[in-house]
Nanobody, 123 residues
Framework: QVQLVESGGGLVQAGDSLRLSCAAS????????MGWFRQAPGKEREFVAV????????IYADSVKGRFTISRDNAKNTVYLQMNGLKPEDTAVYYC????????????????WGQGTQVTVSS
Protein backbone atom coordinates (compact mmCIF):
# COMPACT_ATOMS: atom_id res chain seq x y z
CA GLN A 1 0.00 0.00 0.00
CA VAL A 2 1.28 3.44 -0.95
CA GLN A 3 -0.20 6.70 0.30
CA LEU A 4 0.46 9.88 -1.64
CA VAL A 5 0.05 13.47 -0.44
CA GLU A 6 0.48 16.39 -2.82
CA SER A 7 1.32 19.95 -1.82
CA GLY A 8 2.51 23.20 -3.35
CA GLY A 9 -0.49 24.29 -5.36
CA GLY A 10 -1.80 27.83 -5.35
CA LEU A 11 -2.93 30.89 -7.27
CA VAL A 12 -0.32 32.48 -9.52
CA GLN A 13 -0.16 34.79 -12.51
CA ALA A 14 0.67 33.77 -16.05
CA GLY A 15 4.42 33.39 -16.45
CA ASP A 16 5.03 32.52 -12.81
CA SER A 17 6.47 29.28 -11.45
CA LEU A 18 5.33 26.71 -8.90
CA ARG A 19 6.83 23.53 -7.55
CA LEU A 20 4.52 20.73 -6.58
CA SER A 21 5.61 18.00 -4.20
CA CYS A 22 4.20 14.54 -3.62
CA ALA A 23 5.25 12.68 -0.50
CA ALA A 24 4.85 8.92 -0.49
CA SER A 25 4.60 6.45 2.34
CA UNK A 26 6.22 3.02 2.31
CA UNK A 27 9.71 1.63 1.98
CA UNK A 28 9.60 0.64 -1.69
CA UNK A 29 9.19 4.07 -3.26
CA UNK A 30 11.99 3.47 -5.77
CA UNK A 31 10.09 0.46 -7.14
CA UNK A 32 7.40 2.75 -8.52
CA UNK A 33 7.28 4.95 -11.56
CA MET A 34 5.66 8.20 -10.46
CA GLY A 35 3.36 10.24 -12.63
CA TRP A 36 1.68 13.61 -12.53
CA PHE A 37 -1.77 14.07 -14.02
CA ARG A 38 -4.14 17.03 -14.05
CA GLN A 39 -7.84 17.57 -14.38
CA ALA A 40 -9.48 20.83 -15.37
CA PRO A 41 -13.18 21.48 -14.71
CA GLY A 42 -15.35 19.61 -17.16
CA LYS A 43 -12.41 17.74 -18.67
CA GLU A 44 -10.93 14.30 -18.30
CA ARG A 45 -7.84 13.71 -16.21
CA GLU A 46 -4.83 14.00 -18.47
CA PHE A 47 -1.22 12.89 -18.34
CA VAL A 48 1.42 15.50 -17.54
CA ALA A 49 4.69 13.69 -16.83
CA VAL A 50 6.15 10.45 -15.50
CA UNK A 51 9.52 9.49 -14.06
CA UNK A 52 11.05 6.05 -13.66
CA UNK A 53 11.85 4.53 -10.29
CA UNK A 54 15.52 5.39 -10.59
CA UNK A 55 14.80 8.87 -11.92
CA UNK A 56 16.77 8.18 -15.07
CA UNK A 57 13.91 8.35 -17.54
CA UNK A 58 11.20 10.95 -17.91
CA ILE A 59 8.32 11.46 -20.33
CA TYR A 60 6.27 14.61 -20.78
CA ALA A 61 3.04 15.60 -22.43
CA ASP A 62 3.65 17.83 -25.44
CA SER A 63 1.67 20.62 -23.78
CA VAL A 64 4.19 20.96 -20.93
CA LYS A 65 7.45 19.89 -22.56
CA GLY A 66 10.13 22.51 -22.05
CA ARG A 67 8.20 24.23 -19.24
CA PHE A 68 7.69 21.50 -16.63
CA THR A 69 10.31 19.26 -15.04
CA ILE A 70 9.59 16.11 -13.07
CA SER A 71 12.16 14.85 -10.58
CA ARG A 72 12.34 12.61 -7.54
CA ASP A 73 14.34 12.14 -4.36
CA ASN A 74 14.11 8.50 -3.36
CA ALA A 75 15.82 9.19 -0.03
CA LYS A 76 12.91 11.48 0.84
CA ASN A 77 10.19 9.41 -0.85
CA THR A 78 9.17 12.50 -2.76
CA VAL A 79 8.46 13.37 -6.37
CA TYR A 80 8.38 16.94 -7.64
CA LEU A 81 6.91 18.84 -10.54
CA GLN A 82 8.64 22.14 -11.28
CA MET A 83 6.31 24.25 -13.40
CA ASN A 84 7.72 27.30 -15.15
CA GLY A 85 6.09 29.68 -17.58
CA LEU A 86 2.63 28.84 -16.31
CA LYS A 87 -0.32 29.58 -18.57
CA PRO A 88 -4.03 29.95 -17.76
CA GLU A 89 -4.64 26.65 -19.56
CA ASP A 90 -2.48 24.93 -16.93
CA THR A 91 -5.22 25.61 -14.38
CA ALA A 92 -6.34 22.27 -12.94
CA VAL A 93 -6.20 19.96 -9.98
CA TYR A 94 -2.86 18.18 -10.13
CA TYR A 95 -2.56 14.58 -8.96
CA CYS A 96 0.44 12.38 -8.40
CA UNK A 97 0.17 8.66 -8.92
CA UNK A 98 2.29 5.55 -8.45
CA UNK A 99 2.69 2.80 -11.02
CA UNK A 100 4.43 -0.46 -10.17
CA UNK A 101 4.78 -1.33 -13.84
CA UNK A 102 6.57 0.41 -16.65
CA UNK A 103 6.42 4.10 -17.52
CA UNK A 104 2.92 4.90 -18.69
CA UNK A 105 0.85 7.84 -19.93
CA UNK A 106 -2.40 6.03 -19.17
CA UNK A 107 -4.13 6.73 -15.89
CA UNK A 108 -5.63 3.24 -15.82
CA UNK A 109 -2.17 1.79 -15.29
CA UNK A 110 -1.61 3.59 -12.00
CA UNK A 111 -2.24 1.81 -8.73
CA UNK A 112 -2.26 4.64 -6.19
CA TRP A 113 -3.38 8.27 -6.31
CA GLY A 114 -3.08 11.32 -4.15
CA GLN A 115 -5.94 13.64 -3.29
CA GLY A 116 -4.80 16.40 -5.61
CA THR A 117 -3.66 20.00 -5.26
CA GLN A 118 -5.25 22.96 -7.02
CA VAL A 119 -3.21 25.12 -9.38
CA THR A 120 -4.87 28.27 -10.68
CA VAL A 121 -3.14 30.52 -13.20
CA SER A 122 -4.65 33.94 -13.82
CA SER A 123 -4.10 35.88 -17.02
Amino acid sequence: QVQLVESGGGLVQAGDSLRLSCAASGRTFSNYAMGWFRQAPGKEREFVAVISGSGGTTIYADSVKGRFTISRDNAKNTVYLQMNGLKPEDTAVYYCAANRGSLSRHRGNYDYWGQGTQVTVSS
